[in-house]
């Protein structure tokens, strides 16, 4: 796609256009960037909204903060599309070196891709290629590759959480409050339990 202002409208369409096509869908290289934006101007207009007293305001309030959990939701079903296609590509590229156009991921998903590769292609050597020379699999971990992949919440910080290391050795935060989050799913509960963070 060309320069998309990002509105609801234009992400819905987009969540539409990746469900509905089979390939992964080209975003603007600044995705990330204008969604950040366009979600804190939402919130400051939510905050402004809060700080007026009459009947209207009440409902703006709520019809704002209505958009806001669509937005999110429509965000993390785009971001879940986008990751089963590229878990996909990378199984196919290891398979069989098929081509794939890079241009079509933005740059943190051309990492993920990568990884995934690598660690596709580190199993299949170990062990497929093993037991056909007649050999016991041989399982070489990836040298540099180290990922998190487990089941994840999306969550909404409800208060600030420093930076911290989870029990799977990786680093989390800092997050500030109203800071959305997609973490593992024993680390997002256990933020809910104290109070810092809700499940979107």
């Known amino acids: ?51 007026k007293e009459n009947i209207f305001a009440a409902k703006e309030t709520e019809r704002t903060n209505k958009q806001l959990e669509s937005i999110y939701r429509i965000l993390k079903e785009l971001y879940d599309k986008r990751e089963n296609k590229i878990i996909t590509l990378s199984l196919l590229n290891s398979r069989n070196e098929s081509k794939v156009d890079m241009s ?20 299949r050597k170990g062990i497929l290629d093993s037991v056909l020379e007649g050999k016991l699999p041989v399982l070489n971990e990836p040298k540099t590759i180290k990922t998190d992949f487990q089941d994840r919440m999306l969550v909404r910080l409800t208060n600030p959480v420093p930076k911290f290391v989870g029990s799977n050795g990786f680093k989390y ?27 979107i």
């Open 1 to 51: 796609m060309g320069d998309v202002i990002i509105t609801y409208e234009t992400l819905y369409e987009l969540l539409r256009r990746e469900k509905s096509r089979a390939e992964i869908q080209k975003l603007d290289k600044d995705f990330f960037n204008d969604v950040i934006k366009y979600i804190k101007d939402k919130r400051d207009i939510l905050e402004s909204q809060k700080t």
């Open 104 to 123: 079509l991921l933005l740059p943190e998903e051309i990492k993920l891709y990568e990884s995934l590769k690598e660690n596709f292609n580190n199993y």
């Open 173 to 199: 935060g800092p997050f500030d409050e109203e800071d959305i989050a997609n973490l593992p799913l024993n680390i997002a509960k256990l933020l809910i339990e104290k109070g810092r963070a809700e499940e």
